[in-house]
């Protein structure tokens, strides 16, 4: 008799992991208010487009005004961030720098700008302390694993006396720099796109801009100065260049150090820090019944909602991104797609990339009124565009190698190149829930019942003290998804995260 | 006198033993060489002396692999090797600015090695040869009381191997030095150490080695 042979039943872990947040997805579906209500998108769309369709560059004094303050903001952040983030890569191994960069970068830059307006107003340095704040925690982890990826050998070399600072200029840091200045430019894009959005909060960047002329109906004028930000977020490698650095750094501090902001009343950090954001009940004294009393509603009536719509939107929005991301990177690959097309394609997924989630869900909630939508849309399509280019460029270098008799078009992605891209692809996806999720929380200062919309309107009441808690949520929130993803990654044995991690914002 | 004894340590990379009970002993004087095929334990044996005498006295070392930082400048890398003597402000300062004195310092050192005209050159865009030659004079440059070298002229040619381990000899009292070079071993060593098969096989002046014992250390 032959004998049995037993196969062992495949293990397959992307599979459940797929599967895992394809019915999250669905579950979340029916509790998500994805509907226009009484809205007629129509009208506004008709408008829109033909806004569009004639960009209107007369108002070039405040475009130019908003452009040249975007890049001023994003630059002097990336510089602050950087050079502090660089102080302190080295000692990230330490549990206190550790956990004071992840407090600093679980907090959104949004969020980050409402709570410093409280202390310095609608100034420069809360716009450059915004970027700043959040950027320092993440270049400190990031310098610290590209110092430690880096050749130790020369520093093993060393004479075991040499002090610690002549041994990390000497033969840690030189290793590492072009790595690291690499990611400061990469970083400065993502900085471009924070400034921007900084706009919508008051700041005087592209989108507060943007917001008075659609407040007016400016629909030439909104193309003109989007089509502007398009073309200096594409164009950005070619006029940053790490010798001018310097130049448009110093041009940056002079134009911010120009510009007229009210003053705060004296001694607004002392009350921001000795009262405002002291708990009601703990501010005469010490009671913890009181402070029970306090927390519950702003726990049970908002933290706790504010979570549910914030989780809602984002595995939502997940799906939808790794849909979009799988279907459109083929459209990239050469032999997949024929050259005409390719370009199309790369022309709509620079769009998309180069307009920041809350722009695009500012611009979906003109057309389809306020709901979750919006959102969803707008996080779906940035995120599943960035996932779609590295995927395209990852293919792309694929193709060559391939054998010569291989199919073409739609066989050859489904045969060869979608298959080889799976782990990199569901990889990047985990990668990018930490993100979207952090992006969902900020988008309910557009009104969305996210964790935002409750701190927005706590720091509209001036309850600075329930702004800090509910932050402070939102940090966990984002704390927590960060190392699950991590922990599914590991188990999805994926490309490590290294090769990602260049291109995240 | 002795810089260096081993007194039947086990030696090997975390848990696997690569030279067993090692006897071994390093006096001042002496130019002992290390022989055995590549992955015989000589580096292992090098590394373990060079940890020893390094806690107490100025050791030179030129690894295997130079261990060069390939982003900086050659006369930054050879002045690497003098890091310790100085405060970390005054490292600062060379490193970014060197100035006449310290140049003309850092050419002798260069001269020695054949690579004067090299000084401003970054080392990234060296050939191996020259890498190594900036590696020993950044060795030459620390002098000390010993030089422990891991194959240090394996990138360069035969005269020119036999020139600088003159050159070592001269500036190095005691010199420790992995070769795969037999001729030139027998011709510079006051001691051969044959490693193979996890243990010293001989351990004797080059007159007292024979063709035997070494065709056998180097046979499978």
């Keep these: 008799m032959p004998s049995l042979q037993t196969f062992t039943r495949p293990e397959r872990p992307r599979l459940k992991v797929v599967l895992l947040f394809a019915v999250l997805a669905l579950l979340a579906l029916p509790f998500a208010d994805l509907g226009m209500a009484d809205h007629n998108p129509w009208p506004v769309v008709g408008r829109m487009a033909l806004g569009f369709l004639q960009p209107d560059f007369s108002a070039v004094d405040a475009i130019g005004t908003a452009i040249w303050l975007t890049i001023c903001f994003a630059v002097a952040g990336v510089a602050l961030g950087g050079a502090v983030g660089l102080c302190l890569a080295p000692f990230y191994h330490l549990r206190p720098v550790r956990w004071l960069c992840i407090a600093l970068r679980s907090v959104h830059e949004l969020f980050w700008a409402l709570m410093l307006m409280q202390i310095l107003g609608i100034a420069p340095a809360t716009g450059v302390l915004a970027i700043a704040l959040p950027y320092m925690g993440i270049f400190a982890k990031v310098f610290s694993e590209l110092l430690e990826e880096a050749d130790q050998r020369p520093s093993e070399a060393l004479a075991p006396k040499v002090d610690a600072l002549s041994r990390f200029l000497f033969a840690r840091a030189p290793l590492a720099l072009s790595a690291m200045t690499s990611y400061t430019l990469y970083r400065l894009e993502c900085a471009l796109r924070s400034s921007a959005v900084l706009g919508f909060i008051g700041l005087p960047t592209l989108g507060f801009q943007l917001d008075s002329f659609f407040q007016v109906g400016d629909y030439g004028a909104a193309s003109a100065i989007m089509i502007c930000y398009v073309a200096l977020i594409a164009s950005m490698r070619i006029w940053m260049r790490v010798r001018l650095a310097p130049l448009w750094l110093l041009a940056a501090i002079v134009t911010l150090a120009r510009y007229d902001s009210l003053p705060m009343g004296p001694g607004a950090l002392m009350r921001f820090l000795t009262q405002d954001i002291v708990p009601a009940p703990l501010r005469h004294g010490w009671d913890f019944a009181a402070l029970l009393d306090w927390l519950r509603p702003l726990v049970f009536d908002q933290a706790v909602p504010g979570l549910w719509a914030t989780l809602l939107v984002a595995q939502i929005a997940l799906a939808l991104t790794g849909i979009l991301a799988f279907g459109a990177f083929g459209s990239l690959v050469p032999r997949v797609t024929p050259r005409p097309l390719r370009w199309l394609g790369h022309i709509v997924l620079v769009i998309l990339r180069s307009f920041p989630e809350y722009m695009l869900a500012y611009l979906f909630l003109q057309v389809f009124g306020p709901s979750m939508l919006p959102a969803v849309l707008a996080l779906a399509l940035h995120n599943g565009a960035i996932i779609a280019h590295l995927l395209g460029r990852q293919g792309e270098t694929m193709v060559p190698g391939l054998r010569a008799d291989a199919p073409s078009g739609l066989s050859l992605w489904g045969f060869e190149i979608a298959p080889r891209l799976s782990g990199s692809f569901l990889a990047l996806c985990l990668y990018r829930w930490e993100i979207i999720l952090r992006e969902t929380a900020v988008m309910g200062l557009l009104g969305v019942a996210t964790l935002g919309f409750f701190i927005d309107s706590a720091v509209q009441e001036l309850r600075l003290d329930r702004a800090l808690i509910l932050l402070i949520a939102t940090g966990l929130m984002t704390a927590g998804i960060d190392s699950l993803s991590r922990v599914l990654r590991r188990r999805i044995g994926g490309p490590n995260s290294s090769r990602h991690r260049a291109d995240c914002c | ?220």
């Excluded at chain 2, 340590?9 to 055995?36: D, I, M």
């Excluded at chain 2, 090299?118 to 440059?141: H, T």
Aim: hydrophobic share 45%; charged share 20%; proline share 4%.
């Design chain 2, 1 to 220: 006198m002795s810089l260096a004894r081993l007194d039947g340590e086990t030696l090997g990379y975390g848990q696997r033993p690569v030279l067993r009970e090692v006897q071994f002993a390093l006096s001042r004087g002496e130019h002992v060489v290390l022989l055995g095929r590549s992955g015989a334990g000589k580096s292992t044996l090098l590394s373990r002396v060079y940890t020893q005498t390094s806690a107490t006295d100025r050791v030179a070392l030129v690894p295997q692999d130079h261990a060069l930082v390939p982003q900086l400048s050659v006369a930054r890398n050879v002045l690497m090797g003098r890091l310790d003597d100085h405060a970390a402000w005054h490292n600062l300062r060379t490193l970014v600015w060197l100035s006449g004195p310290e140049r003309e310092g850092i050419r002798a050192y260069l001269d020695l090695v054949g690579l004067s005209d090299l000084a401003p050159r970054k080392v990234e865009a060296l050939s191996g040869g020259q890498k190594q030659r900036v590696a020993l004079a950044r060795a030459l440059c620390r002098g000390g009381a010993l030089l422990v070298g891991d194959e240090p002229v394996s990138a360069v040619d035969e005269t020119q191997g036999a020139a600088l381990i003159e050159q070592l000899q001269a500036r190095f009292d005691t010199t420790l030095t992995a070769l795969h070079d037999v001729g030139l071993a027998r011709r510079y060593a006051t001691r051969l150490v044959g490693i193979g098969r996890g243990a010293i096989l001989f351990d004797a002046p080059p007159s007292e080695v024979s063709d035997a014992q070494l065709a056998d250390l180097y046979a499978a």
